[in-house]
């Protein structure tokens, strides 16, 4: 069974998503959010471990938001804090705050792809649960139907071969008869030394690549899904 699997940022959408929209709507709305709901069974645990991370009351809530603002204005990576932002965001998306954007192209694809019966998965570095988010709350609507499941760092990093081959394992198939699709080269690597077909998605205007790769791509290439190599690779 031949399968695509697929990054997100940078791939299916904006590289700037999370930049520009997701992080500045969780640092605006934690404020409000921690006051509101500061009783609440899912929030209260965390704002009690960020108190006690910072090392400050945990009753003190003034306190414990601006120690949470700090951490997101250093990028901290502090556990409670994740947590918090996903909550955060998933009021936003359910109060119709922001949605995802998926590139008109990617959607086309997708939707060919599953008419004739190709299997797309989903593996990115955010959570499943913020997948299925972004995914049911597009500017397209409800996308999540289009694919066959979504994949997170529990099956591993995504630059470690070894993740790839969990992802096949799980799946039901074997890396040879996997597309993967990235924005990022060590991913691509670590797909391509798992023994995946790989497709490095380099978006004008949205990318890191310099010019010395540009000239020669270390995976082939293509600027939109529609120049993704198929159905050759599907046959
Ligand atoms: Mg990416």
Redesign the pocket.
Known sequence: MRAVLT?????LGP?AFVREVLFPYAAAALPRFVRRHSKDPEVAPLLAEAAGLAGVPAGDLDQVTGCLLDWISADAKVTPLKALQGLIWEEGYRGGHFRSEVYPDALDRLRAWQAAGVPVYVYSSGSIRAQGLYFGHSFDGDLRGLFAGFFDTGSGPKQDPGSYRRIAAAIGTVPGDLMFL???LPELDAAAAAGLHTTWLVRPGDTTADAEQLRRPPHPIAQTFSKIPWPAWVA
């Open positions: 990054d997100i940022e940078g791939t590289v990235s924005d990022l």
